[in-house]
């Protein structure tokens, strides 16, 4: 099992462009989350989907869409890209049916705003 | 929604000491808290968990302890190795376990 996959890497945006980071995973699992990663402000919850077909806001949702294509697919969406969307961004799942669970990560995608 | 605080931010031992970090919570009903090691450039993985009906676990040289009356929780790591360093973070999740929030990180340095 690969667990929960996201791509890019790597991306170099700048202000106003827009672009989609995509997350899979194949778990099963029926949540997964988007957290954003700052220097010392630890890991902030920008939206999740508690199942297929569901998606909630985080924290910090304020310039972010999300979609949840299918049950293993959440992808997240910068339409306008700001230098404050400079982040480490991580992908999540777990499976909270059965009963409190971890998340697992992805890799992260490092994406700068110039 | 949950409000998680975590100190210290950074935390510096001798090789062989105990290392402790302590996160408080706001939300009375939490009930899942796991704690998470992050080396760098790489993803946070899982160290250990605790549940609300549990006081304490224990893993090898890894324990957490919780206080669910001061609603305040603990990571403690015994006979510190420099492979230990790294940052931690710690978690807390209500009532279903799809609002996970984080405290802010606690870099870990071990030297030799």
């Known amino acids: 099992n690969a667990g929960v996959t996201q791509t890019p890497k790597f991306q170099v945006l700048k202000t106003g462009q827009s672009m989609t980071l995509q997350c899979a995973q194949d778990?099963?699992?029926?949540?997964m989350y988007w957290y954003r990663q700052d220097p010392g402000m630890g890991l902030r919850l920008i939206y999740y989907?508690?199942?297929?077909?569901?998606?909630d806001k985080g924290e910090v949702p304020n310039g972010y869409n999300v979609s949840r294509l299918n049950k293993r697919e959440f992808s997240l969406r910068l339409e306008s890209a700001a230098p404050s969307q400079t982040s480490v961004y991580f992908c999540?799942?777990?499976?909270?049916?059965?009963?409190?669970?971890?998340?697992?990560f992805g890799n992260g995608t490092r994406l700068t705003v110039t | 929604g949950e409000n998680v605080e975590q100190h210290p931010s950074t935390l510096s031992v001798q090789e062989g000491d105990s290392a402790v970090i302590k996160c408080t919570y706001s939300?009375?009903?939490?009930?899942?808290f796991p704690w998470y090691k992050q080396e760098l450039g790489k993803r946070p993985q899982l160290i250990i968990d605790?549940?609300?009906?549990?006081g304490e676990k224990k893993d090898q040289r890894i324990a957490v302890t919780l206080n669910k009356t001061a609603k305040h929780f603990s990571l403690h790591i015994t006979e510190t190795q420099p492979e230990d360093s790294a940052v931690y973070f710690c978690?807390?999740?209500?009532?279903?376990?799809?609002?996970?929030?984080f405290g802010a990180g606690t870099r870990l340095t071990v030297k030799p």
């Open positions: 999540a799942s777990s499976e909270p049916g059965q009963g409190r669970s971890p998340l697992h």
């Open positions: 778990m099963n699992h029926n949540s």
């Open positions: 989907s508690a199942s297929e077909g569901t998606t």
């Open positions: 939300d009375s009903a939490s009930n899942y």
């Open positions: 605790i549940r609300s009906n549990v």
């Open positions: 978690a807390a999740s209500g009532r279903v376990n799809n609002d996970m929030r």
